[in-house]
């Protein structure tokens, strides 16, 4: 199966997307109550992405390194450490964690 056309869609619907969200965005009124849902709906839709990445490796549980890790991370990011900072410290929680034979 022929994927250019297939491609050259998602491009140009990607493109369009991406001119009508700035074009429409003074002239489209978006009540508070939508706002707060949508800003909610980010929010959770988030939160679901990091649970699934942390928490399941190729379907299955990750164990308890990867968590930690990401759970130092999250503090860090809360208390606004550098982000050079708080991604060695994950992975020094997660390797350290490995090594001394926690999965």
Known sequence: MNLTTPLIALIIGTYA????GP?????VTIS????KVMTTAVAVI???????ST???DRDFAG??????????????WRKAPF???VLAA???????RWVGVN
Do not use: M, N
Not at 17 to 20: D, N, V
Not at 91 to 97: C, I
């Open 17 to 20: 997307l991406r001119i009508a």
């Open 55 to 57: 928490l399941l490796v």
């Open 23 to 27: 074009a429409l965005r003074t002239r």
């Open 32 to 35: 508070p109550r939508i706002d």
């Open 91 to 97: 992975a020094v929680t997660t390797a350290g964690l």
């Open 84 to 86: 050079v900072v708080i």
């Open 46 to 52: 988030f939160v679901a992405l990091i649970a699934t």
């Open 64 to 77: 308890f390194a990867l968590p930690a890790g990401v759970a130092v991370a999250g503090v860090l990011a």
